[in-house]
């Protein structure tokens, strides 16, 4: 009872952190763009703003009225609410397999692709690649998804194969759930598009919300990468994907609709799709389109979306009736990231350190991973837990009180999770969100930490095979590597002068001469082992 009392109260005070205006935020972002301009729309208890900033080239009045953009990706919350209505409907179900839904004609190489689901279509976990085997096929003039059709589809769908099992791990797909919006037409016996308009924008009073705009009375903003202007993106079967125009009118409406659906005609198919229907390699879970986790403590929907000029976000927090939309016609900037600069981070208040018995700091250390790519390593050192996420330096954690610990050099908290008294877990507080890292059977490996003092006979410019050269650097207690024209990354002491990298299969052998000075070391990466000779200073 008294963890759980304090965790309320955790999120309790990150909870009243104060926010600013998205529109204050947007004007700031828009003065940095070398082209275009920042649509936004906010509405907070029901109180609706809409602003329109230009780049310092551009007039303001153009993105201030009502304003077409391509929203890219944030239509597939769209096509997941369209499968949710159609399972309303009764008109299939979300494990309903795509074989029943194509010609029963087609032969499948691989039966585990006609039986993937439509739910696992929308929830990216259906093994699919982001883009197809043939998507050049279907490239026109740059015009990434223009000229692929239905028949290109179905070519790759019978061709291809699935490496495992379904469901997998969450991994997006731009196929699966343009594949999902062209089954949904086929549901509808009408386009996508049509679909989408008829059962979703018109129940809803999305005016301006369509694919195609050729009868819109509506500007589309130009879209722009950096300085330069290209061309708007077109869809065909995969449009479900990315393909819908609209406004921030629109889009705050649809955020409103999503965060109150009771008010609205499609109350259970909107409960439906904002249930987590699967966990996503970041901790966090996703719906039917959206991505659902936690920000200061409170459930957060979010979808970001981008095209070949556009860029754009929304964020719907559901328990505070909050709805931010941003629309930025520049590829320069992320539109999530504008969303995210609406918080204030409030002044630190230093938590309280305790001490826990040595048994219990023996049960945090271990690898927790989220993802493939993705591992926070915990280890003890000199009667202290020390923790790395990958490719970052190992830092020190302090006691909050049992299974609750804290930073001192940046503001996050670490909260281990137990099953039947077994950490399991581990849940990572910071800048508003929780992300979960899972405990796996590997043991914490067996890495000496060092001093910077004790780092710098390492330091210095190295020459691989007598050429490249590959710089040692020190930061705080931890030896950097880098070869020229890469970034930089940690290499940690793994005993017998072998330092390892966490990012790549790679390790640093050190060489020493009798007197114990450092000549040189021996990179081991990929089965070649390299020679590199340590440059001499001239005193």
């Known amino acids: 009872m008294r963890l759980l009392l304090s965790l309320l109260l955790f999120a309790q ?3 009243f952190a104060a926010d600013r205006p998205l529109a ?17 729309g906010e509405s907070v208890d029901g109180k609706v703003t809409l ?20 929203i890219g990706s944030i239509t597939k919350v769209f096509t997941g609410l369209l499968l949710a209505q159609a399972v309303v409907e009764g008109k299939v179900t979300l494990d309903t397999p795509i074989a029943k839904l194509l010609d029963a004609k087609l032969e499948f190489k691989d039966p585990r692709i006609a039986a993937i689901t439509l739910k696992q279509l929308s929830t990216h976990t259906s093994g699919l690649p982001r883009l197809p085997g043939n998507h050049g096929a279907g490239v026109r003039e740059g015009d990434p998804y223009a000229a692929y059709d239905e028949k290109l589809m179905v070519e790759f769908l019978t061709q291809a194969r699935l490496k495992g099992e379904a469901p997998f791990p969450c991994s997006y797909s731009n196929l699966g759930v343009g594949l999902l919006g ?10 996508w598009e049509d679909a989408v308009v008829k059962k979703i924008c018109v129940p809803l009073g999305l005016q301006d919300t369509r694919m195609t705009i050729t009868g819109s009375k509506l500007p589309l ?3 722009n990468q950096e300085e330069k202007r290209v061309k708007s993106w077109h869809f065909d079967a995969v449009a479900g994907a990315g393909a819908l125009r609209s406004t921030t009118a629109d889009l705050v409406k649809f955020g409103q609709a999503l965060a109150k659906p009771e008010s609205t005609p499609l109350a259970q198919a909107i409960a439906l799709a ?6 996503t390699e970041v901790g966090g879970h996703i719906g039917l389109g959206p991505f659902i ?3 200061y403590g409170q459930t957060s929907w979010t979808h970001s979306g981008g095209t070949g000029g556009y860029r754009t976000g929304l964020q719907v927090i559901p328990e505070k009736n909050i709805v931010r939309v941003t629309l930025i016609n520049n590829t320069q900037m992320d539109g999530m990231s504008v969303i995210s600069q609406t918080h204030v981070e409030p002044p630190r208040v230093m938590p309280k350190e305790v001490t826990l018995g040595a048994a219990v700091m023996q049960e945090y250390p271990g690898v927790y991973e989220m993802g493939p790519d993705s591992k926070f390593t915990m280890l003890m050192h000199e009667g202290q837990l020390w923790g790395r996420l990958t490719g970052q330096s190992f830092l020190p954690m302090f006691a909050k009180e049992k299974d609750h610990f804290f930073l001192k050099v940046v503001n996050a908290e670490i909260r281990f999770n137990r099953e039947e008294d077994r950490v399991k877990s581990l849940t990572l507080f910071q800048n508003g969100r929780e992300k979960v890292w899972r405990r796996t059977e590997a043991p914490a490996p067996k890495i000496t930490l060092h001093t910077a003092e004790e780092l710098k006979p390492y330091a210095g410019t190295y020459f691989v095979l007598g050429m490249k050269k590959m710089a040692l650097t020190v930061r705080g207690r931890t030896l950097y590597a880098q070869m020229e024209d890469q970034g930089a990354a940690p290499v940690f002491d793994m005993g017998g002068e072998r330092f390892e990298f966490d990012v790549v299969e790679a390790a640093l052998v050190f060489n020493r001469n009798a007197d114990g000075k450092i000549l040189g070391l021996t990179l081991l990466q990929n089965g070649l082992v390299l020679p590199a000779v340590k440059e001499v200073k001239k005193k």
């Open 293 to 295: 986790g936690k920000q």
């Open 274 to 279: 904002m249930q987590p229907h699967a966990e």
């Open 51 to 70: 602003a329109g900033f230009a780049s310092p080239k551009e007039k303001k009045e153009d993105y201030e009225g009502k304003v077409l953009f391509e």
């Open 182 to 191: 062209h089954l949904l037409g086929k549901v509808y016996s009408m386009s």
């Open 221 to 223: 903003a130009p879209p």
């Open 24 to 40: 204050e935020v947007a004007e700031e972002a828009a003065k940095k763009l070398k082209a275009g301009g920042i649509a936004t």
């Open 13 to 15: 005070t990150l909870a």
